[in-house]
Every structure is written in structure tokens, then in C-alpha cells.
Nanobody, 123 residues
Framework: QVQLVESGGGLVQAGGSLRLSCAAS????????MGWFRQAPGKEREFVAA????????YYADSVKGRFTISRDNAKNTVYLQMNSLKPEDTAVYYC????????????????WGQGTQVTVSS
């Protein structure tokens, strides 16, 4: 019954910025980490970034390191993804997810998923 809701997606030009939010609601639970993944049509869902709730340690895919920043607000049960210097190849549906055990970088390790928010970057 855990609900993860993403927001903040939209259409931007290359070089622009967006900030995504993911709020957890409904049933409360202990989660070791929250992560962001993205999926383009016909492609596998790929890891973007993750953050641990306890220590705030962050992890990034090489493709976004230096451009994206993940952060969290524990009191609000919310995780954010600040995306700068966006490129057309960043176009995808972005999903937030909760990993109940550990801090995973593979989609199959995550236990709960949001419905996704579309990010489109034009050339």
C-alpha cells in the first residue's frame, strides 16, 4: 500500500534544468535507500542515482555524475533529483523507487515504485 508519487517532469531545451520530487505516502515503512531510475521506449530501466536515508550517502550513474544531484528530506519522506545541463539522451520516464534492504543500483533490487514522470529534452 506504499505510494510513491513523482512530480516535476516536463519539456525543456538542451542545457536546461528540472527538479524532480518523489513523495512517499500511505503505509509507513523502514527503507534503507531511495533511488531514481529512468526508462526510454524499448530500453531497459537504468539506474540514475540513489541516496541512503541514514547517512545520506549518494550514488550516481556515470552518465549523470556532475550534472544531477540527489537529495532527501527525511521528515517529508521525499527525495529530489536536481537535473542540470540536460541532454536529449536524458529523455525518458523517470521513476523513484524504495529499496528496503541496502542501497541497490539494479532495478530488480527495489521493492516499491512510483508511476513515473516524463522528462523530454529537445535539441
Amino acid at each position: 500500500q506504499v505510494q510513491l508519487v513523482e512530480s516535476g517532469g516536463g519539456l525543456v531545451q538542451a542545457g536546461g534544468s528540472l527538479r524532480l520530487s518523489c513523495a512517499a505516502s500511505g503505509r509507513t515503512f523502514s527503507s534503507d535507500a531511495m533511488g531514481w531510475f529512468r526508462q526510454a521506449p524499448g530500453k531497459e530501466r537504468e539506474f540514475v542515482a540513489a541516496i541512503s536515508w541514514s547517512g545520506g550517502n549518494t550514488y550516481y550513474a556515470d552518465s549523470v555524475k556532475g550534472r544531477f544531484t540527489i537529495s532527501r528530506d527525511n521528515a517529508k519522506n521525499t527525495v529530489y533529483l536536481q537535473m542540470n545541463s540536460l541532454k536529449p539522451e536524458d529523455t525518458a520516464v523517470y521513476y523513484c523507487a524504495a529499496d528496503l534492504v541496502g542501497v541497490g543500483v539494479q532495478a530488480k533490487e527495489y521493492d516499491y515504485w512510483g508511476q513515473g514522470t516524463q522528462v523530454t529534452v529537445s535539441s
